[in-house]
C-alpha cells in the first residue's frame, strides 16, 4: 500500500511539471493521493463568482483542501449523510437551475449535459459538501457552553460589536398538488412493467435499467443501489414494499412513495436493515392540472380574504401537505445544529424554498399571497399561497431574546479552536504538494506549505 501511494505521488507531481506547459487542465495541489485540478477550482468560481471574499484562486483551493481532509476522514469514522439528506438539496438546486435557464432543454443546452447527467454532477458535489459538514459537526459535538460563559463573554462586548440577527420570518403555507391524470399514472406504470419483463426474462440487468432510466440522481448510478436501511428510514410506501422482499431475484410490484413510483429488488437483509436497489419514475405534471390547482386556490384565498373562512381552517380541510397542515400551515426550519424553530432567515427560506421567499419578501406581516408555484421539499411542483405570520427586523442581539443565537455564537468560537488544532495536526501527518505557482497566497489556516 505505501510502495502504491508513493507511485501515486509521483504520477501526481509529474502532472503538476507537465501542467507547466500550457495544457487544458493541471493539478494545482495533492493532498494525500487527492488532487485538485484548475478545472475544479475554475468551476467553482464560475458558479460562486461575487459570493467569494478574497482572491478565488487562493480561497477555493483551500476550502477543497479542507474538504478532502474532512472526507478522508469521514471514511476512517464511518461518518456519511443519507440519499434523501443529498437528493433534498439537489432538487432544490436543480430546479432553481432550470427556472434561471427559462425551461429545462434550455438547462440542458447551456449546461451541454443531459438532465440525469447534472443530477449526478450536483449529487456528487452535495454528497462532498454535506459529509465534510457532518465530519465537521462529529469533531466538535463534545463542545458545550454554559449560560455564566455566554454571558461572560458578551459582557464587555460594545452594543455595535453585538451579533447582528438578520431579518426572520415565520410563514404559513397552504399547498395544493396538481392532479395527476389516470394516464399518467399509467404510462409511469407502464415503463415500470417493462423494465420488470426485461429484468426478468435476462435480457437487461436490473442495475443497467437503473443507470439508464431511474429519476433518483443519488442511486441511479450506482445501479439503483442504496445504503443498508431500516425500514423507519424509509418513505412507508417504499419501505412497506421493499421489506416484504425474500428472493433477491425477484423485483417487487410497483411501490408508491412520496417521491414517486418505484420497483425494488432486494441485495441483502442483516438484522433490522436491508440494501435494495430501486428504479424511481416521477410523473409529469402537465400545465392544465397547474393551472387547475391556482383556480381552486385562488378561490380559497377570495374566501379566506372575505373572512368566510380562516388561513388555519382552510389548511385544515383543504391543504395536501401533511409537513404544515396539523400545525396551522406554519412551516417548519430543521436546523443543521438539530434545532427546530419556526423561523426563517431570508437566506435560509431562498436556499429550501427559492419561489416561496420570493413571494414572502414582498409580503406585509398578516398578507396572504396570490397562488403560485413551488417545488417541495420532495422535488414536486406543488401550488401554494403563503401567509406572513411575522417578521423580526434585523436588531442587534440581546440575551433576554437572542440567547439562543449568542450561546451559538461562543459553541462556534469554541468548536473553531477544536477544528483549527485538528486542520492543523492533519496538515502534518498529510502528504501536501502546492504548485509553486499557487503558493503566493494568505490561507486561512497556516501549515499547508512545508
Same mark, same amino acid.
Given at each position: 500500500?505505501?510502495?502504491?501511494?508513493?507511485?501515486?505521488?509521483?504520477?501526481?507531481?509529474?502532472?503538476?511539471?507537465?501542467?507547466?506547459?500550457?495544457?487544458?487542465?493541471?493539478?494545482?495541489?495533492?493532498?494525500?493521493?487527492?488532487?485538485?485540478?484548475?478545472?475544479?477550482?475554475?468551476?467553482?468560481?464560475?458558479? @460562486?463568482?461575487?459570493? +467569494?471574499?478574497?482572491?478565488?484562486?487562493?480561497? &477555493? /483551493?483551500? #476550502?477543497?483542501?479542507? %474538504?478532502? =481532509?474532512? $472526507?478522508?476522514?469521514?471514511?476512517?469514522?464511518?461518518?456519511?449523510?443519507?440519499?434523501?439528506?443529498?437528493?433534498?438539496?439537489?432538487?432544490?438546486?436543480?430546479?432553481?437551475?432550470?427556472?434561471?435557464?427559462?425551461?429545462?432543454?434550455?438547462?440542458?443546452?447551456?449546461?451541454?449535459?443531459?438532465?440525469?447527467?447534472?443530477?449526478?454532477?450536483?449529487?456528487?458535489?452535495?454528497?462532498?459538501?454535506?459529509?465534510?459538514?457532518?465530519?465537521?459537526?462529529?469533531?466538535?459535538?463534545?463542545?458545550?457552553?454554559?449560560?455564566?460563559?455566554?454571558?461572560? @463573554?458578551?459582557?464587555? +462586548?460594545?452594543?455595535?460589536?453585538?451579533?447582528? &440577527? /438578520?431579518? #426572520?420570518?415565520?410563514? %404559513?403555507? =397552504?399547498? $395544493?398538488?396538481?392532479?395527476?391524470?389516470?394516464?399518467?399514472?399509467?404510462?409511469?406504470?407502464?415503463?415500470?412493467?417493462?423494465?420488470?419483463?426485461?429484468?426478468?426474462?435476462?435480457?437487461?440487468?436490473?442495475?443497467?435499467?437503473?443507470?439508464?432510466?431511474?429519476?433518483?440522481?443519488?442511486?441511479?448510478?450506482?445501479?439503483?443501489?442504496?445504503?443498508?436501511?431500516?425500514?423507519?428510514?424509509?418513505?412507508?410506501?417504499?419501505?412497506?414494499?421493499?421489506?416484504?422482499?425474500?428472493?433477491?431475484?425477484?423485483?417487487?410490484?410497483?411501490?408508491?412513495?412520496?417521491?414517486?413510483?418505484?420497483?425494488?429488488?432486494?441485495?441483502?437483509?442483516?438484522?433490522?436493515?436491508?440494501?435494495?436497489?430501486?428504479?424511481?419514475?416521477?410523473?409529469?405534471?402537465?400545465?392544465?392540472?397547474?393551472?387547475?390547482?391556482?383556480?381552486?386556490?385562488?378561490?380559497?384565498?377570495?374566501?379566506?380574504?372575505?373572512?368566510?373562512?380562516?388561513?388555519?381552517?382552510?389548511?385544515?380541510?383543504?391543504?395536501?401537505?401533511?409537513?404544515?397542515?396539523?400545525?396551522?400551515?406554519?412551516?417548519?426550519?430543521?436546523?443543521?445544529?438539530?434545532?427546530?424553530?419556526?423561523?426563517?432567515?431570508?437566506?435560509?427560506?431562498?436556499?429550501?424554498?427559492?419561489?416561496?421567499?420570493?413571494?414572502?419578501?414582498?409580503?406585509?406581516?398578516?398578507?396572504?399571497?396570490?397562488?403560485?408555484?413551488?417545488?417541495?421539499?420532495?422535488?414536486?411542483?406543488?401550488?401554494?399561497?403563503?401567509?406572513?405570520?411575522?417578521?423580526?427586523?434585523?436588531?442587534?442581539?440581546?440575551?433576554?431574546?437572542?440567547?439562543?443565537?449568542?450561546?451559538?455564537?461562543?459553541?462556534?468560537?469554541?468548536?473553531?479552536?477544536?477544528?483549527?488544532?485538528?486542520?492543523?495536526?492533519?496538515?502534518?501527518?498529510?502528504?501536501?504538494?502546492?504548485?509553486?505557482?499557487?503558493?503566493?497566497?494568505?490561507?486561512?489556516?497556516?501549515?499547508?506549505?512545508?
Amino acid at each position: 500500500m505505501k510502495r502504491y501511494t508513493l507511485c501515486l505521488f509521483a504520477v501526481l507531481c509529474s502532472l503538476l511539471s507537465v501542467a507547466q506547459k500550457n495544457v487544458i487542465d493541471e493539478v494545482v495541489w495533492v493532498v494525500g493521493d487527492e488532487a485538485i485540478l484548475r478545472s475544479d477550482i475554475e468551476r467553482r468560481r464560475l458558479e @460562486y463568482g461575487s459570493q +467569494i471574499k478574497g482572491n478565488p484562486y487562493c480561497v &477555493i /483551493p483551500e #476550502q477543497l483542501a479542507l %474538504q478532502k =481532509l474532512f $472526507l478522508h476522514q469521514a471514511v476512517i469514522d464511518s461518518v456519511s449523510v443519507t440519499d434523501t439528506e443529498i437528493n433534498q438539496y439537489v432538487e432544490q438546486d436543480y430546479n432553481e437551475k432550470i427556472m434561471l435557464a427559462g425551461s429545462k432543454e434550455k438547462l440542458e443546452e447551456y449546461m451541454k449535459m443531459s438532465s440525469l447527467q447534472i443530477r449526478e454532477e450536483l449529487y456528487d458535489q452535495y454528497k462532498n459538501e454535506l459529509t465534510a459538514r457532518s465530519m465537521r459537526e462529529q469533531l466538535t459535538k463534545s463542545v458545550k457552553v454554559t449560560p455564566a460563559e455566554v454571558r461572560r @463573554y458578551f459582557k464587555d +462586548i460594545p452594543e455595535d460589536s453585538l451579533p447582528l &440577527i /438578520p431579518t #426572520q420570518v415565520e410563514v %404559513q403555507l =397552504l399547498v $395544493l398538488e396538481p392532479r395527476i391524470p389516470q394516464s399518467e399514472i399509467d404510462r409511469i406504470k407502464g415503463l415500470l412493467r417493462e423494465y420488470t419483463e426485461r429484468v426478468n426474462n435476462g435480457s437487461t440487468s436490473f442495475a443497467t435499467l437503473a443507470r439508464l432510466y431511474s429519476e433518483d440522481p443519488g442511486s441511479a448510478r450506482q445501479g439503483g443501489e442504496m445504503p443498508y436501511m431500516g425500514k423507519g428510514e424509509l418513505d412507508p410506501g417504499f419501505a412497506n414494499v421493499a421489506f416484504s422482499l425474500t428472493d433477491t431475484k425477484k423485483v417487487s410490484k410497483i411501490a408508491q412513495s412520496e417521491f414517486g413510483f418505484h420497483i425494488i429488488q432486494l441485495i441483502d437483509k442483516r438484522g433490522d436493515k436491508m440494501k435494495c436497489r430501486h428504479i424511481l419514475k416521477r410523473p409529469e405534471v402537465a400545465q392544465a392540472d397547474i393551472d387547475s390547482a391556482l383556480v381552486i386556490l385562488d378561490s380559497i384565498t377570495k374566501d379566506i380574504r372575505s373572512e368566510k373562512i380562516s388561513f388555519e381552517d382552510a389548511v385544515r380541510y383543504a391543504s395536501d401537505d401533511k409537513d404544515t397542515r396539523n400545525n396551522r400551515g406554519i412551516l417548519s426550519n430543521n436546523k443543521e445544529t438539530g434545532e427546530t424553530t419556526t423561523r426563517f432567515e431570508m437566506s435560509e427560506l431562498s436556499a429550501f424554498y427559492p419561489e416561496l421567499a420570493r413571494v414572502v419578501e414582498t409580503l406585509e406581516v398578516g398578507e396572504i399571497s396570490k397562488p403560485f408555484t413551488m417545488i417541495n421539499l420532495k422535488g414536486k411542483t406543488v401550488c401554494a399561497i403563503a401567509r406572513l405570520k411575522s417578521r423580526t427586523l434585523t436588531h442587534r442581539a440581546n440575551i433576554t431574546e437572542d440567547f439562543q443565537v449568542m450561546k451559538g455564537v461562543v459553541e462556534a468560537k469554541k468548536g473553531e479552536e477544536v477544528i483549527r488544532k485538528w486542520i492543523q495536526d492533519k496538515q502534518k501527518s498529510t502528504y501536501i504538494r502546492i504548485n509553486p505557482d499557487w503558493r503566493d497566497c494568505e490561507f486561512q489556516y497556516e501549515g499547508w506549505i512545508k
